[in-house]
């Protein structure tokens, strides 16, 4: 009502969650200037491995600085172990456990 012609409109229908935003690429341009932080990154996983124990890291930092595309190398050079990834939602952002649950 009040247009001229006729306006296309859609609908959601559903949400879909990709695992990452990096899981459509199909090729990945080189990491650069991130050889400490993959190094320490590296040196942490080895010791999880040696000790047997679990352990967290804390990735923080400015947005768009590159914490998912580190995460997502790292998550790339360790793909023959288990893995389980989960990303939080701004949709979802007043349900803490939202990644935890999107899981059961």
Known sequence: K??????QVWQVQRQRMVPTRFAKRAHMTRLCGRNAELRLLMERWETVVRDRRGSAVWV????????????NEIQQRLRSFPQLTMQCSPTFENSTLYPFLAEL
């Open 2 to 7: 009040g247009f001229a012609e006729p306006v």
């Open 60 to 71: 923080s930092g400015e947005s768009g600085i590159g914490k998912s595309r580190l995460l």
